[in-house]
């Protein structure tokens, strides 16, 4: 039993040397221990803004061959169906007016009288439907 304990005292008495030996770092020790470590922090940060970097680049890539090879088929297909042509609307019109089961003359007519009740100018109103209720 007194071997185990003199081996414990020995061991405790070493821990206790190296405590204090390493809380006793010099100045330039502890200058070269944290420069050595913020390197290793930023080396680390750059590697991964690298690796994201390169991962990123990959898959714009892959996107694009993706759209491109999209894009070939539709063009040897048959050409598509020529756009609606827009129709022009008159200078001071507020564009086209759906009519449903409205005869144009009392469209024109309603519209009328709906910019003298309100007395403004009727191209200053956009009408977008008339409907006739039934």
């Not at 330039?28 to 970097?53: P, S």
């Not at 898959?59 to 042509?85: D, I, L, M, R, T």
């Amino acid at each position: 039993m007194k071997n185990i304990t003199f081996a414990a005292e020995e061991i405790t008495e070493a821990a206790t040397e190296a405590a204090t030996k390493s809380s006793e770092l010099s100045i330039g020790d502890a200058a070269v221990t944290a420069v050595f470590g913020y390197a290793v922090v930023f080396t680390g940060l750059v590697m991964l803004m690298i690796l994201l970097y390169c991962t990123g680049a990959y898959f714009k890539a892959k996107s694009k061959k993706e759209a491109a090879k999209n894009a070939s088929p539709s063009a040897s297909a048959a050409p598509a169906a020529a756009p609606a042509v827009e129709k022009k609307t008159a200078p001071g019109s507020a564009g086209h007016v759906k009519l449903y089961d409205v005869p144009d003359k009392e469209a024109a007519m309603i519209m009328a009288i709906v910019a003298d009740k309100m007395k403004k100018p009727i191209n200053e109103l956009h009408f977008i439907s008339i409907k006739e209720v039934k």
